[in-house]
Antibody, heavy 121, light 107 residues
């Protein structure tokens, strides 16, 4: 059974750096991709980026200059780091695993419960 | 990046109705579209992958169709448990992109 769990700081000051950790079980980080998706209060889902099974990454063009995704396979953890935070970065941050195979590609099917992050001055 | 135009932003339906949501993409995505359901305070749940393939355990009243740049998602015989927001996602190209979402409410 695949499980994903996010842990984050809860509250971050503006201009500071956000770090959120996704701990996975039942899922091979070297075989499948892990995405980060965020959702601002009352808003829709925003895809942030992915770390693929081979360790390469892709990012949302609008966030690329501030965002980094990395991992520690020995600990089954994936890390999201985003700098220069502003109040509009307040959101629930989800990690999601590519756990569903259909039509030749994998798609996100295993989600964590989300980590709520408030950015305040 | 591929742009997703999802409509309508909101939908009001009676129990038993059929509702349809559409997503139009800025370029051909080769049927690599998924549909998610999200209830308040919960993570999204995958309902359909590759345009029309129902995930195991998802009721058959949910369906999807489309090709090229135009895709649709339908719920036949809306039930009270279907009241939620729905999102399309293209995963043909990275970066992946979500539609803006459709909020389904009871009339």
């Amino acid at each position: 059974q695949v499980q994903m769990k996010e842990t984050g700081p809860g509250l971050v000051q503006t201009t500071q750096t956000l770090s959120v950790t996704c701990t996975v079980s039942g899922f091979s980080l070297t075989s499948y991709g892990v995405h980060w998706v965020r959702q601002a209060p009352g808003k829709g889902l925003e895809w942030m980026g992915i770390i693929w099974g081979d360790g390469s990454t892709n990012y949302n063009s609008a966030l690329k200059s501030r965002l980094s995704i990395s991992r520690d396979t020995s600990k089954s953890q994936v890390f999201l780091t985003m700098n220069s935070l502003q109040t509009d970065d307040t959101a629930v941050y989800y990690c999601a695993g590519d756990n569903y195979y259909s039509g030749g590609y994998y798609v996100m099917d295993a989600w964590g419960q989300g980590a709520s992050v408030t950015v305040s001055s | 990046d591929i742009q997703m135009t999802q409509s309508p932003p909101s939908l009001s339906a009676s129990l038993g109705d059929k509702v349809t949501i559409t997503c139009q993409t800025s370029q051909n995505i080769n049927k690599y579209i998924a549909w998610y359901q999200q209830k308040p305070g919960k993570a999204p749940r995958l309902l359909i992958g590759f345009t029309s393939r129902l995930v195991s355990g998802i009721p058959s009243r949910f369906s999807g169709s489309g090709s090229g740049r135009d895709y649709s998602f339908s719920i036949s015989n809306v039930e009270s448990e279907d009241i939620a927001s729905y999102y399309c996602l293209q995963y043909d190209n990275s970066p992946n992109t979500f539609g803006a979402g459709t909020k389904l409410e009871l009339k």
